[in-house]
């Protein structure tokens, strides 16, 4: 399988402990993202890399939130301090840097907090 | 797995039959816009998309339609099949937006057999 590679799946964790989501991007894309999805909602941008150098940021993506793309190959999304509000989809996208491109999705990480 | 989208607006039609799924957009400088498959407990799958120097896209079996007049897109799908069921999304993305895709709020299609 060539494409977007997200885990855990799914996490369930109390209220105030991390958690950490991983991306692996189709592996010639240089351009990877972050959005979340909650029930009844499209998906919402979070961050983007190009390469290792974190590009955009959303408002969404508060101090407890850092994402991480070290080597410009895979990506980390840390969430500090869970709250229940965080509960969502975690989504991962990559694509080609030039304009226009595809961008494509993972199977994405569901987080519960409890 | 979870299901997406428990309130969305929901289209039904009976297998073989041609859907039309509509979206409206909201930011005139947008130029780039994509529709998207999601299936429950799965992530958005690309089905096509369209630039703003054209206004109809054919893809196998679905066609885009972009009205920037109005600010409206549409998904034609046709003959349209049981594993068609899932809930569609468009997203847009802005000239000056970066790489930051918009979605909207997706609509549900249910095929009937």
């Known amino acids: 399988d060539t494409g977007v590679s997200q885990n855990p799946r799914h996490k369930i964790t109390k209220r105030g402990q991390n958690v950490t989501f991983r991306c692996d991007p189709i592996s010639e894309h240089n351009r990877l993202y972050w959005y979340r999805q909650t029930l009844g909602q499209g998906p919402e941008f979070l961050t983007y890399f190009q390469n290792e150098a974190q590009l955009e940021k959303s408002r969404l993506l508060s101090d407890r939130f850092s994402a991480e793309r070290p080597k410009g190959s895979f990506s980390t999304l840390e969430i500090q301090r869970t709250e229940q509000g965080d509960s969502a989809m975690y989504l991962c996208?990559?694509?080609?840097?030039?304009?226009?491109?595809?961008?494509?999705f993972g199977e994405g990480s569901w987080l519960t907090v409890v | 797995g979870e299901s997406v989208g428990l309130h969305l607006p929901t289209l039904s039609v009976q297998e073989g039959d041609n859907s039309i799924i509509n979206c409206a957009y909201s930011n005139s400088a947008s130029d780039y816009f994509i529709w998207y498959k999601q299936e429950s407990g799965k992530g958005p799958q690309f089905i096509i998309d369209?630039?703003?120097?054209?206004d109809k896209r054919q893809g196998q079996r679905v066609t885009v339609l972009l009205n920037k007049t109005v600010k409206h897109l549409s998904l034609q799908i046709a003959a349209t099949q049981p594993g068609d069921s899932a809930v569609y999304f468009c997203a847009e993305r802005g000239r000056n937006a970066g790489n930051m895709l918009t979605f909207g709020g997706g609509t549900r299609l249910m095929v009937k057999p």
């Open positions: 369209i630039r703003s120097n054209m």
């Open positions: 996208a990559s694509s080609l840097a030039a304009a226009g491109n595809t961008i494509y």
